[in-house]
């Protein structure tokens, strides 16, 4: 298997998942409630941690298998599983300053850039 479809697959599937996560979560809720995000951000965060520790020395999986998991069903259940393991990685291998950098700015340009774009809309 291409490891681009793979990916695509596998980024489809977190998707639909994400998606019947939220609305399970928040299916009776008229505004809008950020449980159901929050549930699926963790639970992919934890997803990704568990699938790493597996594959790095437990287990041996296809390099397309690992990028189905990992990027893409990872990636499209949650993105915050890409930025909570690229910190942890900043930070197990010693790189202080660039973790702290990419909390900092990942927070507030996220926040920063809806708080902007609200601003210009409302």
Do not use: H
């Not at 998707?15 to 995000?37: A, D, Q, Y």
């Not at 893409?72 to 197990?92: A, D, I, K, M, V």
């Not at 700015?105 to 409302?122: E, N, P």
């Amino acid at each position: 298997m291409n490891t681009l479809i793979a990916v695509f697959i596998g980024g489809g599937l977190g998707s639909i998942t994400r998606f019947g996560i939220s609305k399970f979560i928040t299916s009776g809720f008229k505004e809008i409630n950020p449980v159901g995000t929050l549930t699926s951000n963790l639970a992919s965060t934890l997803l990704l941690g568990v699938l790493l520790y597996l594959t790095t020395d437990k287990f041996v999986i296809s390099p397309n298998l690992k990028a189905l998991l990992t990027i893409g069903f990872c990636g499209g259940f949650s993105t915050f599983s890409t930025f909570s393991y690229e910190t942890f990685e900043l930070l197990r291998t010693g790189n202080y300053m660039f973790a702290v950098a990419n909390l900092l700015i990942s927070i507030f340009l996220g926040i920063g850039v809806l708080f902007i774009l609200a601003r210009s809309i409302y």
